[in-house]
């Protein structure tokens, strides 16, 4: 089979599915087809990585519901933002594992609900054998994109995420260029230091904030091509909305990144009407990001991205058998 012309990264596990960042939501991905499977990472009291989108988890846990862990709630700042709840680097990887897993937008996803109470926390670890064992009885590659989130906040209470990361990529053999895996961060001081420590594809991650405006500018994209393979920007900053939050003509950012040597990767599409443009469905969508060139999307709905993704491929051999057909087709 060859490999697909834009790789699907299963966002968070199959998380239009199952509750986000469980070993469920990965396997899910997995059996859809996905390229890629996405944790984000963060760190508990004892150094252990383990997959949350944020480090305070009263939204995607039933950490609430534990009167044992009622004196750990707390508020702090991180990043800048002042957070009240109950936070991964104050509970030990034996206290994480008492709870339970939520779905984080059970108006949005009622369905997901059903899996609430069922899941623990997985682990990275836990994360990169599921996806070892899955590559080998599938006989196909199943790469990790993890994520390392709030890196210098964790830095600073003394759990930097680079050596257990760089550990957990070290146990599987998961270190040189050609490793099934990217690291992804929107921060390039941890991303830096990677590229010194370690030779796996990075991503740098972008937001359509002014913060890195510079960044993308044609000198800013050298300068990240020399230590990451992807930029990684959110779908907005390669399809503008408009006005009436419609999409229209790409930015030249997917061509200024190529121009730099970066592939692109864009996050993230998202079947329900609320995350959508106004004027296409998510197959519009993900047919627009393809025709503006990226090399791959994050994606909520990894079958859906599949999807689309392949019928971009059957439009182009389509196209490609009629430019060829008068050549094919001489006579005489
Ligand atoms: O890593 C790609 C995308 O997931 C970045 O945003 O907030 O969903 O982690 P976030
Ligand atoms: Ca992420």
């Given at each position: 089979?060859?490999?697909?012309?834009?790789t699907?990264?299963?966002?968070?596990?199959?998380?239009?599915?199952?509750p986000?960042?469980?070993?469920?939501?990965?396997?899910?991905?997995?059996?859809?087809?996905?390229?890629?499977?996405?944790?984000?990472?963060?760190?508990?009291?004892?150094?252990?990585?383990?997959?949350?989108?944020?480090?305070?988890?009263?939204?995607?846990?039933?950490?609430?519901?534990?009167?044992?862990?009622?004196?750990?709630?707390?508020?702090?700042?991180?990043?800048?933002?002042?957070?009240?709840?109950?936070?991964?680097?104050?509970?030990?990887?034996?206290?994480?594992?008492t709870?339970?897993?939520?779905?984080r937008?059970?108006?949005?996803?009622?369905?997901?609900?059903?899996?609430?109470?069922?899941?623990?926390?997985?682990?990275?670890?836990?994360?990169?054998?599921?996806a070892r064992?899955?590559?080998?009885?599938?006989?196909?590659?199943?790469?990790?994109?993890?994520?390392?989130?709030?890196?210098?906040?964790?830095?600073?209470?003394?759990?930097?995420?680079?050596?257990?990361?760089?550990?957990?990529?070290?146990?599987?053999?998961?270190?040189?260029?050609?490793?099934?895996?990217?690291?992804?961060s929107?921060?390039?001081?941890?991303?830096?230091?990677?590229?010194?420590?370690?030779?796996?594809?990075?991503?740098?991650?972008?937001?359509?904030?002014?913060?890195?405006?510079?960044?993308?500018?044609p000198?800013?994209?050298?300068?990240?091509?020399?230590?990451?393979?992807?930029?990684?920007?959110?779908?907005?900053?390669?399809?503008?909305?408009?006005?009436?939050?419609?999409?229209?003509?790409?930015?030249?950012?997917?061509?200024?990144?190529?121009?730099?040597?970066?592939?692109?990767?864009?996050?993230?599409?998202?079947?329900?009407?609320?995350?959508l443009?106004?004027?296409?469905?998510?197959?519009?969508?993900?047919?627009?990001?393809?025709?503006?060139?990226?090399?791959?999307?994050?994606?909520?709905?990894?079958?859906?991205?599949?999807?689309?993704?392949?019928?971009?491929?059957?439009?182009?051999?389509?196209?490609?058998?009629?430019?060829?057909r008068?050549r094919?087709?001489?006579?005489?």
């Amino acid at each position: 089979m060859d490999p697909r012309p834009v790789t699907v990264f299963a966002h968070r596990g199959a998380s239009g599915y199952r509750p986000e960042h469980t070993i469920e939501a990965y396997r899910l991905a997995i059996e859809m087809g996905a390229d890629v499977i996405e944790p984000d990472l963060v760190s508990t009291r004892d150094g252990v990585l383990v997959a949350r989108h944020e480090n305070e988890i009263s939204g995607t846990t039933d950490v609430a519901d534990h009167p044992e862990l009622a004196d750990r709630r707390t508020t702090k700042v991180v990043d800048g933002v002042s957070v009240t709840g109950w936070f991964t680097e104050d509970l030990t990887l034996a206290e994480l594992r008492t709870l339970h897993t939520r779905e984080r937008l059970p108006s949005v996803r009622p369905g997901n609900t059903l899996y609430d109470g069922l899941y623990p926390v997985p682990t990275f670890d836990e994360i990169l054998d599921l996806a070892r064992i899955e590559a080998v009885r599938r006989g196909r590659v199943i790469a990790v994109a993890p994520e390392t989130k709030h890196p210098s906040h964790f830095a600073s209470l003394g759990l930097d995420l680079t050596p257990p990361l760089l550990a957990s990529l070290e146990r599987v053999g998961w270190t040189g260029a050609d490793a099934p895996v990217a690291v992804q961060s929107f921060e390039s001081g941890n991303l830096r230091e990677l590229r010194r420590l370690v030779d796996v594809p990075l991503v740098q991650l972008t937001s359509a904030s002014a913060a890195y405006a510079r960044m993308l500018t044609p000198a800013g994209l050298r300068e990240v091509s020399t230590y990451a393979t992807w930029l990684g920007p959110e779908k907005s900053q390669v399809l503008p909305r408009d006005a009436a939050n419609g999409i229209g003509a790409p930015s030249s950012l997917v061509a200024d990144a190529h121009a730099a040597g970066l592939k692109v990767v864009v996050y993230t599409v998202r079947a329900e009407p609320q995350f959508l443009p106004s004027n296409v469905d998510v197959h519009g969508e993900l047919a627009a990001l393809v025709a503006a060139g990226v090399d791959g999307v994050f994606a909520d709905q990894p079958d859906l991205a599949i999807v689309s993704v392949e019928r971009a491929r059957t439009e182009d051999r389509r196209l490609t058998l009629r430019a060829r057909r008068p050549r094919d087709l001489r006579v005489g």
